[in-house]
């Protein structure tokens, strides 16, 4: 770890970036960290999800791209970024989740908002398949399960669903963009000073306390 403890207090008007492979546990830490800093979550999947739900134009052209396990054009996404910045709750920064995923996305994003912090969370490949392939969603709470690690309690078991791009073959497309388009993000940011690496192949608390350290909010 790069950053000291205590970092982010000093850095409190500022964004920060959730930053990991794909089944790191980014979601999870982002609803501590959006509990601690108050802090909005931008989740770019989230977001590009709800889009497909709700079939928009954009929603409809990233689809393949989604179900294929591929990055979505990095146009698209810098565009819907630009726009949900300037809505009032972005003002004191953000907390950034699956954003930015290329270098380019990384400079667009240094024109649009001052990051402050980049918490990247490590796990080996081999663990993120079996993490990622039982991996289950609660439409109706958005609550993330796992079918051995977290089971859903009995009563709701029925309704969850699973991701689409949550089987063996597109996460090997993720993880394969993962480490040819986005981990290169991680030295860019190393060298500006900003990044913070914690342990995520242990368990959730533990994570969660290295990351506290180093927010201190
Ligand atoms: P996530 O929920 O962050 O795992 O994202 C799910 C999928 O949405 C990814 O596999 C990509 O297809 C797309 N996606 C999400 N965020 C981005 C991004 N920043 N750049 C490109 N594609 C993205």
């Known amino acids: 770890m790069l950053i000291e403890k205590g970092y982010f207090a000093d850095n409190m008007g500022q964004s920060i970036v959730l930053f990991g492979p794909p089944g790191a546990g980014k979601g999870t830490q982002a609803d501590a960290i959006v509990g601690a ?11 590009l999800r709800a889009a497909l739900a709700a079939g928009t134009p954009l929603g409809l052209e990233a689809k393949k791209y989604m179900e294929a396990g591929e990055l979505v054009p990095d146009d698209v996404i810098i565009g819907l970024i630009e726009e949900r910045m300037q809505q009032d709750d972005a003002g004191d920064g953000v907390l950034f ?10 400079e667009a994003l240094a024109e649009i908002a001052e990051v402050s912090l980049v918490i990247s969370i490590e796990v080996p490949d081999d663990e993120i398949v079996g993490r990622i392939v039982g991996r289950r969603m609660d439409p ?16 709701i078991a029925h309704r969850l669903i699973q991701r689409k791009d949550d089987n063996e073959e597109a996460v090997r497309t993720r993880l394969t963009a993962y480490h040819d388009q986005t981990s290169p993000l991680a030295k860019w940011y190393s060298e500006k000073g900003l990044l913070a690496t914690v342990n ?10 290295e990351i506290s350290a180093i927010i201190d909010a």
């Open 97 to 106: 989740d699956g954003f930015p995923r290329t270098v380019p996305q990384a």
């Open 37 to 47: 800093t108050g802090k909005p979550q931008v989740s770019t999947g989230d977001m």
């Open 200 to 209: 995520g192949n242990q368990a959730m608390d533990d994570v969660g306390a």
């Open 140 to 155: 109706e709470t958005g609550d993330i399960y796992h079918i051995t690690f977290k089971p859903a309690p009995a009563e």
